[in-house]
Structure formats: structure tokens, C-alpha cells
């Protein structure tokens, strides 16, 4: 024990000489795992409060009743199936408003709901008295609660004047919902004896068949493994990790790096050890125990920084989040023991995995070695042509995937295979590329320089991939996020065709306001609008109710359209169905579809196709009027005004004044863009920072590599020096190899970068969000790129030029009298 | 939800519905908030007449309120049985009875059946006001979800039979015929039932002398069974002093024809409340005051941690009765929302016969 202990005392000792060294190797650690626990904490937030809502709400978790039209059902419906044996609880749903604020009014009945409805908000033993009995209690988020400027126990009024119940915190509760008894909520919600939904408990038993009791009105909705939140949201949360497992990677790029340089470094003494009778067994143990003792510590130190990613990104995250999909995710991060677990553990499998090469060569290690440099090149010569042939399959398998491939995984696959077959094939093309250079060279000192230069890539090839890797991965996303914000906002000035909107508080209020409007002159044209709510499979879908005005035929922008489009809408057999919709359902113009009405399906023929960016539902767009013929119960509160930009705040103002309208039901089209281009750019914050840790891990990679190098490569560069090339000449020489490798590996992650970008939008993008946008280069920021990963590799070579430019000419002599 | 809510059974279930009380908190205030002042609810007073089939009905102006059947049955091949129905009320507020969602009441089934080796049980709440649950005196109805006792004509009012009784859990169904040929019986002083030295009290009656017909399913396999039934319909507003922990009770139908009703309140400092009634072939009764009873549990069994005692030596010198009664199936455990014993037992001795034993707050 006590020799275990002496071992490695003296392995241990090498760190405190070299402690750039013992902090590339942590920081290389540390950064794999920070910015992998980093994304996987912000995952796991996001799914928890998926977990939340879907509880909450009864949501995809729970069986449910639904009505087949869509519309409410009478409560004697839950008493008859209760009779027949259903574990079914009444569900009442709809929308309140409170200082202006629209919120959602969720009506449960605490008695019957389902057990497994889970942390649903627990009324607890000693509230159902008072949740149930009048006045009751209004269960609300504390997020929601400090929105809304109240305190716990007020009872505040709606924004129609009635009184609500005193509002209770409920931690559990997802932001923006309010949660009373069913009986409250009816009579809030004005829908006497209806009810929403019932959702139908696990319990088994016997039940009478559904038709016997509800005829045709109900269907059954079976529940989901997945929530359709956590269904929505697969694609960023993929992207996430995505971007999470790359900077892993890279990060191990650095640890294998270092180990591979302490291991080099280490050789005298392990050799030492050996012959003063170490064991290999023994050695082996201990190189193992100080290896996975430094990973703990900087699995440790991984996590509190990846703690601190998490937190500072997850407000973007949230936003984009809520932006994407009206995901609702908490403020403030909590984590679970497991993730603990696991940060800690993938740092220890990551370094052990980054050692494999260093451990395998002391465990095979002589007792009696020299240093083969040339042996190894041999070496890594069989091993490049093995490495390009699975470079090869790689590729191969991608395209396969790309070409058979229908899923949102299969879209991430070819992304990876992509790259990783691009990474494995880059020191084969390095080589091409450098043998081709030396063949060309004539001088000397030049031939020297290519030949060298090939002698060094088996070395830097880790760095160079994962600088690939890392550009590559940032000309894709650089790609896509500036194709999607010119198209967003082209699209946006299209689909803002109004210079006004407007919602009124209800529909009295809604005709006092047109009235009003036609008496000013400013007003060009009043656009109501309207929308409606429907289910199609399942799925939510949004009816969008058009005005018939040119306002929109000039301006709305369509991807596909029939000659007669807008004139074949005013029939109200006809409609617009948006991107996402029809690639949904697989409809194209010409197409017709059956929408669920309240008085039976409708259906439409699809005369135009149009983008809809950043909605998480399904839309369909129809005339205003046919909408109120088949919708009558929607509110016609939404008003679309053309006016003079000029007469705009004017006419804003004296709206407020007038009819007390506030900056949550009145505004303008600049405002409204400006708010929904920083909710758009908000959503790819996230991707930016993590673009930015990438780039910076990766260059951190190649100063390691270039560090590790620079001591092994001494016995090649003192005869140079020892034939009377100045150390100055040597430095540049050097400086000028590592960066024209690395100007190759970015010229060639250029191309392997906007096949990324075309593989994002061309594929991952439909999947996830079933948009398709147009692909634009940006020559400007490809070159920005290019600028940057320049400079990044000359900060990472330069210390190690200084350092040899500064280099004691006893040092290279000692190169010819040293055995290393 | 149901589990996050404590609640009682039999005897007094309700109130823990509102007031979630269990365990320690239980005892002290009584068990499962029996023992809760009865402000705003009618009070338990000697000298009420009873009319039927009105008082088969809910009485809302009281707080709690039972309709509960046990029954003991025999199948084809000599195998015994029990099954057990109860429909509770409790109220969360007194006053005048709101519509819909508005009312006050709260109601809780309880039904099982038990097996020398099974005993299958479920639980089911419901809100008054909407049609989920409730009773009709006329003509007699009481149901909570699909379980249901209903009348059948011909109904006597005074003997509320017959009936027909029917629930079913996740792997247990019955579907029982109930008929009775006299009137039912009120216990305690013309239906005014005593249940402490305080005054504590509830209105009482029972019908023991239900035959039973019907067929009950265990993992669908049915079976064609007959047998005896007893009816308890209790009502009060605080039938418990705060100091009173739980209850045993015994109801019990002698091979020759007698019935024998006791129960047993345990006090906190040890002392115990016991009362009975021995009902005679013809419908003549008893009164068995604490000293006529004497009580003894002869075997426990372990159930979640509680010692159960599940067999009892019972003895009532004065009518020259001794007998030791010991369970169909010892583990006959309710794990609802809150946990008591109820099952099927056997007795012999100086007399001999079947009955039903429950008992809370262990």
C-alpha cells in the first residue's frame, strides 16, 4: 500500500513542475464537462416543467374524453359514464382576463381526479373544503402571481368586473394558468353544466361501451408516452445536445492531448520506475488512480461551471422556448441528484476514454525503450488509410440515411455522420494536400518544411479535427440562423399587412370601436379578424379568420397558390393551410380537408400554401365571414386598421383614451414587429453562445496540441538549428506550418460548414418545425470565420514559437547528447 | 387524489374528507374528526320518531351519515364469503342545500368482498349536487358511481326489502338480492344510540334479518352464492368525544335465529364505551350496557406495521353467552384513504353462527 502511495507521489510530482500542463489537462476536463452537464441541466429543467404542464393540465399524460366537434359537452355526460363505471373526472377549460392579461382558467374537480394525474396541484387534506366551497380559491403560480403585481390571498376582479376568488400560490403550477373548482369555473367562464373534457383514470373495472352511453358526441384520446410539449420540443432540445456532446468531444481533444504530453514527459521515470521493479500491473493502477482522481476534481469543478452555463443561458432557453412552442419554463434552475451523478461520472468515462492510447502504450511499455519517431509515423501511416477507409463508411452511411432517412433523428444522424466522417477524412486530405506541396518544393529548407509538416500532422491531427469540427459546425449555424432571420423578416412585413391591431375587451365593445372608426378619416380600412380553435388527429389547429380586403391579397406573402386564390377564399369553401399543416398532412393546392365545426366537419379545399414561422400549431386561414357562419360563438374582438404611418400614434392615443385600451390589446405594426424580431433573436441566443464555447474549446485543443508538440519536436528541429538555421528563422518556420494547416482545415471547413447549413434547413428544420426555408450563402461572415479561426490558431501557436525563439542554445545542444 | 385525503369508513368516515385527518392528528381529535364539535348541524336527541321510507333517505341537517350492508356467504361448494357495501355522506358545511357544484356533501363507497384466501376492496368519492352519488327514499335508491342498492317492488318501508346491491373494483364485481320478511330494528333507545358516557350519540337502525341470493365474480370467475345480510343506518353530527381513538364492532347472527349487535369505543386513558343489542327471533330487543359486555382479543395479526387483533372472546354473562370468533381471512384489510379491518368472521362456543367485524383507528 505504502509503495502504491510512493508511485504515485512521484508520478504526482511531475505536475507540480509542470503545472500549464496539470491545468490544460483540468481545463480540458472541466470545459467537457461544464458545457455538456451545462446543457444537459438545461434539459432536464425543460422537462421537468414539461412534466408539470402535462400533469397540470391532464394533459397528453392522461386519457381523455374529448367532444368530436371540438365544442363543450353537457355535465350530465360525466355523471352517465361515471354510472357506467368510468373513472372519469370533469374538466372545464378557458381563458380570463386579469389587468389586461389573458390568462388560462383551468376548472378541476379535486373529488374524482385521477390519482395518477400525478403533481396535479395537490388541494391537500385540509383545502378541498375551502377550494370547493364559494367563494373558493384561485390556485396560480408564484411566477404568475408577481406578473400580475397581486398577493396571495387578494381577490381580484376579471377585466369584465367579476369578482374572482382569493388567489392561493401553488409552487407546483405551471405560470399562466389559473386553477379553480369546476362549479367556480363554470359560472367565471359562463358555461353552466358544460365541461371541456373529462379525464379518464387508470383505475380498470368494469364500464359499460362508450357509444351505449355518450352516442358518437365523445372520442376517446389515448394517452401519450411523450407530452406533445416534450414532443415539440425534441428538435431544440436535440439541437442542445447536440451542440452539448460536439463540446464534449473537443474538450476530450484537449485531455488527450495533455495526457498524451505528460505521458511523453513521463517516459524517463515510468521507465525508471519499471526498472527499479514497478510491476506494469502496478503502474498501470496507479496511473489509473491519479487519472480518474484528477477527473473527479475537475468533474466537480465541470459541474458547478456547468451549473453556472445553465443558469446564465436559461432565460434565452426559456424564451426561445416559450417563443417556439409556449413552453413554460420556470426562471430559476433546480437540479436533481442524478444529474450529479452523471456529470461526474462522464467526466471520469471521458478522461478514461481520452487516456486509452497513453494507458495502452505504458501498459505495453519495455523496460528498456527509445523514443521512435519515425516508427510512429510508420505507424500512423497504416492507421491514416484505415482511418479515411472508415472516414469513407461513414459517409456513406449518411448519405444512406439522407437518402431513406424520414425522421428528425435520421436528419441528426446524417449531421453527424457528416461531420464525423468529414473529421476522420481530414488528416487523409492534410496529407494529399502536404505531399502535393512537398513534390512542388525545391529548395532544401522548403522540401524540409513539407516533409516536417507531414511528420507533425500524426500530432496535431486530434487538434485539427476538432478545429473542423468546431468551424464547421459554426459556418452551419451561422448559415442557417442569418437564412432564417432574413427570411423572418421579409415574411413578417409581409404577414403584418395592418398598421393598427386591436382587441376589444368583448364584442359590445369591439362594434362600439368600428363605429367609431368609420367616423375618422385617417382610417383607411377595418380588417376584422377572428380566430377559432379546432383539433385535426388529435392536434391542436388555429382558424384564422381573413378580412377580404386587397390589403391582404397585395401583401399577405403565400408559397403556393391556385390562379384565384384570394377570390376562391370569399366562398368559404376554400382555404389557406400553413407549411407546417400541409406537410403534416400531406396536402397540397388543389387538396381538400374536413375541419372539425361545431355543426359538423367542414370542409375546405386548399387553394394556397403558406409559411407560418415559429408557430408550434397547425393554421388554416379562411374568410372572416365564413369563419363566424361556422364558428358563432367565437369573440369578434380583433380588429386589423390600415391608417397613414403618419396618423398612427395619434390614432393610437385617442383608442386609450376613448375605450381604455391598453399596450396589451392595442398596438402598432412597428411595435409589434420590433417585439416579435426580439423574441426571434432571442430564440437563437442560445445557439450563439454555445457556438462561441465551441469555438473556444476548440481552440484551446490546438494550443495543447501545439504545447505537447513542441517539446517532442525538439530532436527535429536542433539539427536544423545545428546547420545554422537562427532560432528566429526556426520559430517562423514553425509558426508558419501550424498555420498554413490550419488555413487548409479551415478552407476545408468552409464547404463541409454550408453542407451542415443545408442539411439543418434542408432537413432538420422541416422535420422539427415543418418549415423549409430558402438557403443563402453569406460570403461576408464566411470570411469573418475564416478571420477568426486565423487568429485563434496564431494565438494558440504563438506561445510555443516564443518559447523556441527564446530557447537556450544549451537546450537543442543537450537534444544530440540527451537519450530522451 | 383520493389518497390525499384521509378518510374513515364505516363508522365515521367523513369527516376527515374535509378535515384530512389521520394518524396522530386522528386521535387527537377524535377519530378520523368525529370528535369535532358539532357546530351549525343538527343535534342527536333522544325521543325521535322515525318514519320510513323518509328517513331511509339522506338527513343533510346532520353531518355524517351511513347506509352499510355486510353480508355472509356461502357458494355451491360449502366455500364462505363476505361481501361489503357502504355509501357515506358527510357534509362540509351546514346550512341550506346548494345546487350543482355548490353542495356541500361528500360522499364516499366502500365495497369488498373477502375470501378465506383473498380479500378485494375499492374505494370511490364523488361531490353531491350533480346526480354522481346521492340516496332516494322513494322510490329507495342509494348509489355512488355504477354501485347501487336499489329497491324492488314490492318495497316495504319497514323492512326495506328487497333490495338489489350491486359494485364492482378493478377485479371484483357482485351483484346481490336482498329480502327480508320483518321490520328492521332501531337500536340503542327507540333508535337513539349512545356512543359515550358524555352524551355523545347518533340515530341507529339496522335491518339484520336480511336472506341473501346472487352471484359474485373474484378474477372473472363467478359464483352463485346465499346467505345472510345485516343493513346499519347511522346518522349524527357528532357521534365521538375528542378522547375516543377508535372502535370495534361486531355484528353477529347466531345459528338460532338471534342477532347481536356490539361495538366497543377505546378511550385515550384506556377505558372503553361498549354498548350492544340482542335482538331476539321476533324483532324483541335488549340493551347491553358496558358492564353486560366483556371484550377480549385473543390473537393479533401484523398488518403495515399495526397490531390488528383479529380473533376476540366475547362474553355477555347475563344472557349466559360466551364465544370466541376468529376471522375468514385475517388480513381482510381496507388500505383506502384511511385503513381499518373489516371482514367475514365465524364463532362458537356457547353459541354458534357468522357475522361481520370492523375496526378502526389501529
Same mark, same amino acid.
Request: no cysteine; net charge negative; glycine share 4%.
Given at each position: 500500500m505504502s509503495r502504491l502511495v510512493w508511485i504515485l507521489a512521484v508520478l504526482l510530482s511531475h505536475w507540480r513542475r509542470h503545472p500549464m500542463q496539470l491545468a490544460t489537462l483540468l481545463i480540458g476536463l472541466i470545459s467537457a464537462t461544464a458545457l455538456w452537464s451545462g446543457v444537459q441541466a438545461l434539459n432536464l429543467q425543460a422537462r421537468t416543467s414539461y412534466d408539470r404542464a402535462a400533469a397540470t393540465f391532464g394533459g397528453a399524460r392522461t386519457a381523455m374524453l374529448v367532444s368530436r366537434n371540438s365544442a363543450t359537452f353537457p355535465q350530465q355526460l360525466f355523471v352517465d359514464l361515471r354510472r357506467a363505471g368510468w373513472p372519469v373526472s370533469p374538466v372545464v377549460e378557458g381563458r380570463i382576463q386579469i389587468g389586461g392579461r389573458s390568462l388560462r382558467l383551468l376548472g378541476i374537480e #379535486? %373529488?374524482? @381526479?385521477? /390519482?395518477? %394525474?400525478?403533481? /396535479?396541484? /395537490?388541494?391537500g387534506k385540509a383545502g378541498l373544503q375551502s377550494f370547493v366551497t364559494p367563494p373558493g380559491e384561485m390556485l396560480v403560480a408564484p411566477e404568475t402571481l408577481s406578473e400580475l403585481k397581486l398577493t396571495e390571498g387578494v381577490t381580484p376582479l376579471a377585466s369584465d368586473g367579476t369578482l374572482l376568488p382569493p388567489l392561493r400560490v401553488q409552487p407546483q403550477l405551471v405560470p399562466d394558468v389559473l386553477v379553480v373548482d369546476i362549479g367556480i369555473a363554470q359560472r367565471l367562464l359562463k358555461m353552466p353544466d358544460q365541461i371541456s373534457r373529462l379525464l379518464v383514470g387508470k383505475a380498470k373495472g368494469r364500464r359499460a361501451p362508450l357509444e351505449n352511453i355518450a352516442g358518437d358526441k365523445l372520442r376517446l384520446v389515448e394517452p401519450d408516452a411523450e407530452s406533445d410539449l416534450e414532443r415539440l420540443t425534441d428538435s431544440f432540445h436535440l439541437n442542445l445536445t447536440a451542440f452539448g456532446l460536439l463540446s464534449f468531444v473537443v474538450g476530450l481533444f484537449i485531455v488527450n492531448s495533455a495526457i498524451g504530453l505528460a505521458f511523453e514527459q513521463r517516459l524517463p521515470t515510468l521507465r525508471t520506475l519499471r526498472a527499479c521493479g514497478v510491476s506494469a500491473g502496478m503502474l498501470n493502477a496507479v496511473l489509473l488512480v491519479e487519472l480518474v482522481s484528477l477527473a473527479l476534481v475537475a468533474g466537480i469543478v465541470g459541474l458547478v461551471c456547468g451549473y453556472l452555463i445553465a443558469a446564465s443561458l436559461l432565460p434565452d432557453v426559456a424564451a426561445s422556448l416559450r417563443g417556439l412552442y409556449g413552453a413554460q419554463i420556470p426562471g430559476h434552475l433546480t437540479l436533481k441528484r442524478e444529474w450529479w451523478i452523471a456529470g461526474i461520472t462522464i467526466s471520469v468515462i471521458g478522461a478514461l476514454l481520452a487516456a486509452t492510447t497513453s494507458l495502452l502504450r505504458a501498459i505495453r511499455l519495455p523496460v528498456l525503450a527509445a523514443a521512435q519517431p519515425y516508427a510512429w509515423q510508420q505507424a500512423q501511416h497504416r492507421w491514416l488509410i484505415f482511418q479515411s477507409a472508415l472516414a469513407l463508411i461513414v459517409l456513406a452511411t449518411g448519405g444512406g440515411l439522407l437518402w431513406y432517412g424520414d425522421s428528425l433523428v435520421s436528419g441528426f444522424a446524417v449531421l453527424a455522420a457528416l461531420l464525423l466522417g468529414a473529421a476522420l477524412g481530414l488528416p487523409a486530405i492534410l496529407e494529399r494536400v502536404l505531399s502535393l506541396g512537398q513534390r512542388s518544393a525545391h529548395r532544401p529548407l522548403a522540401a524540409w518544411f513539407w516533409a516536417d509538416s507531414r511528420q507533425q500532422l500524426s500530432g496535431l491531427s486530434l487538434a485539427l479535427m476538432a478545429l473542423l469540427l468546431a468551424l464547421a459546425v459554426n459556418v452551419g449555424v451561422g448559415t442557417m440562423v442569418e437564412s432564417f432571420s432574413r427570411t423572418f423578416i421579409i415574411w413578417l412585413d409581409g404577414r403584418l399587412a395592418a398598421d393598427v391591431y386591436l382587441n376589444a375587451a368583448d364584442d359590445t365593445q369591439a362594434a362600439e370601436i368600428r363605429a367609431w372608426l368609420r367616423e375618422r378619416p385617417e382610417v383607411a380600412a377595418i380588417l376584422p379578424s377572428g380566430r377559432a380553435d379546432t383539433q385535426i388527429g388529435g392536434a391542436p389547429i388555429e382558424i384564422l379568420g381573413l378580412a377580404d380586403h386587397a390589403t391582404y391579397r397585395d401583401r399577405w406573402p403565400l408559397l403556393q397558390a391556385s390562379a384565384t386564390a384570394w377570390s376562391r377564399l370569399r366562398a368559404g369553401d376554400a382555404g389557406f393551410v400553413s407549411e407546417q399543416l400541409a406537410r403534416r398532412l400531406k396536402l397540397g393546392v388543389g387538396d381538400s380537408l374536413d375541419v372539425p365545426a361545431p355543426g359538423g366537419n367542414w370542409r375546405l379545399e386548399v387553394v394556397g400554401i403558406y409559411a407560418d414561422y415559429g408557430n408550434p400549431k397547425g393554421q388554416i386561414a379562411v374568410n372572416i365571414a365564413a369563419l363566424t357562419r361556422r364558428f358563432p360563438q367565437i369573440p369578434l374582438t380583433r380588429l386589423g386598421l390600415r391608417v397613414a404611418p403618419a396618423a398612427v400614434p395619434a390614432l393610437i392615443s385617442s383608442l386609450q383614451d376613448k375605450f381604455g385600451l391598453d399596450g396589451r390589446n392595442l398596438v402598432d405594426q412597428a411595435r409589434l414587429k420590433a417585439e416579435s424580431t426580439r423574441i426571434f433573436n432571442r430564440t437563437f441566443a442560445v445557439t450563439a453562445a454555445l457556438n462561441t464555447f465551441t469555438l473556444g474549446v476548440a481552440g484551446i485543443a490546438l494550443l495543447t496540441s501545439l504545447l505537447t508538440l513542441g517539446n517532442s519536436r525538439l530532436p527535429q528541429l536542433a539539427p536544423l538549428w545545428a546547420i545554422g538555421v537562427t532560432r528566429r528563422r526556426l520559430a517562423a518556420i514553425e509558426l508558419a506550418k501550424t498555420m498554413s494547416v490550419a488555413l487548409i482545415t479551415t478552407v476545408l471547413a468552409l464547404p463541409l460548414g454550408l453542407l451542415v447549413a443545408w442539411c439543418l434547413i434542408a432537413v432538420v428544420n422541416v422535420k422539427a418545425f415543418g418549415w423549409r426555408l430558402p438557403f443563402h450563402v453569406f460570403p461576408l461572415q464566411l470570411l469573418e470565420l475564416v478571420g477568426v479561426a486565423m487568429a485563434a490558431s496564431l494565438l494558440a501557436a504563438l506561445i510555443p514559437m516564443i518559447k523556441l525563439a527564446r530557447m537556450q542554445p544549451a537546450s537543442l545542444v543537450k537534444i544530440f547528447a540527451d537519450e530522451r | 387524489m383520493n389518497d390525499k385525503f384521509a378518510i374513515s369508513r364505516r363508522a365515521f368516515t367523513g369527516g376527515a374528507v374535509v378535515l384530512g385527518l389521520g394518524g396522530k392528528a386522528a386521535l387527537a381529535q377524535g377519530f378520523a374528526g368525529l370528535g369535532m364539535n358539532g357546530g351549525g348541524f343538527a343535534s342527536v336527541i333522544p325521543g325521535k320518531t322515525f318514519a320510513f321510507p323518509a328517513d331511509h333517505g339522506p338527513h343533510p341537517d346532520y353531518r355524517i351519515e351511513w347506509w352499510y350492508v355486510t353480508t355472509n356467504l356461502m357458494d355451491a361448494a360449502g366455500i364462505a364469503y363476505g361481501a361489503q357495501w357502504t355509501l357515506f355522506r358527510q357534509a362540509m358545511q351546514p346550512g341550506a342545500q346548494q345546487e350543482g357544484w355548490a353542495n356541500q356533501q361528500i360522499w364516499m363507497g366502500h365495497a369488498a368482498v373477502t375470501r378465506a384466501d383473498t380479500h378485494r376492496y375499492s374505494e370511490t368519492f364523488a361531490r353531491g349536487g350533480v346526480g354522481q352519488a346521492g340516496v332516494e327514499p322513494k322510490p329507495f335508491r342509494a348509489w355512488i358511481d355504477s354501485w347501487q342498492m336499489r329497491g324492488l317492488d314490492p318495497i316495504g318501508d319497514d323492512s326495506i326489502a328487497p333490495l338489489e346491491l350491486t359494485a364492482s373494483g378493478t377485479d371484483f364485481s357482485y351483484t346481490l338480492r336482498l329480502d327480508a320478511d320483518r321490520a328492521l330494528v332501531l337500536q340503542g333507545d327507540g333508535g337513539y344510540s349512545k356512543k359515550s358516557e358524555r352524551g355523545q350519540a347518533s340515530y341507529y337502525y339496522s335491518q339484520p334479518y336480511f336472506k341473501v341470493a346472487g352471484s359474485i365474480t373474484i378474477d372473472d370467475k363467478p359464483a352463485q352464492v346465499t346467505g345472510r345480510a345485516w343493513m346499519d343506518r347511522e346518522w349524527s353530527s357528532? #357521534? @365521538?368525544?375528542?378522547?375516543q381513538t377508535g372502535w370495534d364492532w361486531l355484528s353477529l347472527h347466531l345459528n338460532e335465529g338471534e342477532k347481536l349487535m356490539l361495538f366497543r369505543l377505546r378511550q385515550a386513558d384506556g377505558n372503553n364505551y361498549r354498548s350492544g343489542n340482542w335482538i331476539l327471533p321476533a324483532g324483541k330487543t335488549e340493551q347491553l350496557a358496558s358492564a353486560d359486555i366483556e371484550m377480549t382479543p385473543t390473537a393479533f395479526t401484523e398488518i403495515e406495521g399495526r397490531k390488528i387483533p383479529v380473533a376476540w372472546r366475547i362474553a355477555i354473562p347475563r344472557l349466559a353467552l360466551s364465544i370466541e370468533c376468529s376471522p375468514l381471512n385475517a388480513r381482510s384489510w381496507m388500505a383506502t384513504s384511511f385503513r381499518y379491518w373489516e371482514g367475514p368472521i365465524s364463532f362458537r362456543g356457547s353459541h354458534g353462527g357468522v357475522g361481520y367485524l370492523e375496526m378502526t383507528g389501529y
Open positions: #379535486p %373529488v374524482t @381526479l385521477p /390519482a395518477e %394525474v400525478g403533481n /396535479a396541484p /395537490a388541494i | 357528532q #357521534p @365521538l368525544t375528542s378522547d
